[in-house]
């Protein structure tokens, strides 16, 4: 099992930025991709970004120049830097990680941590 805590949530400007964190815990030598998630009031949950376990990256269109997912494979972390963040960012971003080739296919949340950017 894989245990992912998010953190750096909070309520910020337009314009503004934010960092959030995912620490993964348990068998973190089985994952493989992470990745952000974000979920708007109303709306289905929809990719944010990936990154690979060797750091190829993967960014939705919306985001992409504004945000910047990296992982940390020593501290089993992968971030995401968002700036010039817009109201339409407003969402609660969730964790994702994924097993790696080899192992048993498997999907890990987190429990989600809330941003938003008031209009």
């Known amino acids: 099992q894989v245990r992912l805590v998010e953190s750096g949530g909070g309520l910020v400007q337009a314009g503004g930025s934010l960092r959030l964190s995912c620490a993964a815990s348990?068998?973190?030598?089985?994952?493989?991709?992470m990745g952000w998630y974000r979920q708007a009031p109303g709306k289905q949950r929809e990719l944010v970004a990936t990154i690979t376990r060797g750091s190829s990256t993967n960014y939705a269109d919306s985001v992409k120049g504004r945000f910047t997912i990296s992982r940390d494979n020593a501290k089993n972390t992968v971030y995401l830097q968002m700036n010039s963040l817009k109201p339409e960012d407003t969402a609660v971003y969730y964790c994702?990680?994924?097993?790696?080739?080899?192992?048993?296919?498997?999907?890990?949340w987190g429990q989600g941590t809330q941003v938003t950017v008031p209009s």
């Open positions: 994702n990680a994924k097993t790696g080739p080899g192992f048993v296919s498997n999907d890990y």
């Open positions: 348990g068998i973190t030598f089985s994952i493989g991709a």
